[in-house]
């Protein structure tokens, strides 16, 4: 398994609070990504990163911000949680574009 | 095939068939296509890629087909396992445009359960 760590798995959280989601990565991969996965939709990338502090926005980025201050890790902020970010969030790496992407185990996020 | 809405595609098969799961992709300039397989709880684990330079790639008992006519993308299992029940789902890309992240669009999935 490529070396990617999901925290926390899951989570419950009310509406309104902030919340942080953290990818950790051994592997020193340059690209890093959040996806979000909904039935009926697959997985849609959220934020993608190209390197430390190099991050640019995905095709649902409404809501979320990313940071990158280290290599090793991509952190996901949704500033006010809405019911509408309940979701599983998905973090890949990959050595270079258009190379395989390689997925952590997701962190479950109900908001109520 | 894999198509868009709440309900996945299945296909059951029983252990030791072979099974081929179908994927359409849209773009006509994607140019890199990658399957993977997600087990339930788990993240998506990368299967095989095949570029749009090749009709062909083997695996260890996966065989992808590429055809870029009918944008057309197929995984073949030899030997089926119960091991391999999963969604399944194809991703392409396309590096036309000057992306610069190498942006995947994945498939819905398709449900394949085999049985013991």
């Known amino acids: 398994d490529a070396g990617i760590t999901q925290s926390p798995r899951h989570k419950v959280t009310e509406t309104g609070t902030p919340v942080t989601l953290r990818c950790h990565q051994t592997?020193?991969?340059?690209?890093m990504y959040w996806y979000r996965q909904d039935p009926g939709h697959g997985l849609r990338l959220i934020h993608y990163?190209?390197?430390?502090?190099?991050?640019d926005k995905g095709e649902v980025s409404d809501g979320y911000s990313v940071s990158r201050s280290k290599t090793e890790d991509f952190l996901l902020t949704l500033e006010s949680a809405t019911s509408s970010q309940t979701s599983v969030y998905f973090c890949?790496?990959?050595?270079?574009?258009?190379?395989?992407?390689?997925f952590g185990d997701g962190t479950r996020l109900s908001i109520l | 095939g894999e198509s868009v809405g709440l309900h996945l595609p299945t296909l059951s098969v029983q252990e030791g068939d072979n099974s081929i799961i179908n994927c359409a992709y849209s773009?006509?300039?994607?140019?890199?296509f990658i399957w993977y397989k997600q087990e339930s709880g788990k993240g998506p684990q990368f299967i095989i890629d095949?570029?749009?330079?090749?009709d062909k790639r083997q695996g260890q008992r996966v065989t992808v087909l590429l055809n870029k006519t009918v944008k057309h993308l197929s995984l073949q299992i030899a030997a089926t396992q119960p091991g391999d029940s999963a969604v399944y789902f194809c991703?392409?890309?396309?590096?036309?445009?000057?992306?610069?992240?190498?942006?995947?669009?994945f498939g819905q999935g398709t449900i394949l359960t085999v049985h013991p």
């Open positions: 991703a392409e890309n396309s590096e036309a445009g000057g992306t610069s992240y190498g942006k995947l669009t």
């Open positions: 773009n006509s300039a994607s140019d890199y």
């Open positions: 990163s190209y390197g430390v502090k190099d991050t």
């Open positions: 592997e020193n991969h340059r690209y």
């Open positions: 890949a790496i990959s050595a270079l574009m258009a190379q395989p992407q390689h």
């Open positions: 095949i570029r749009s330079n090749m």
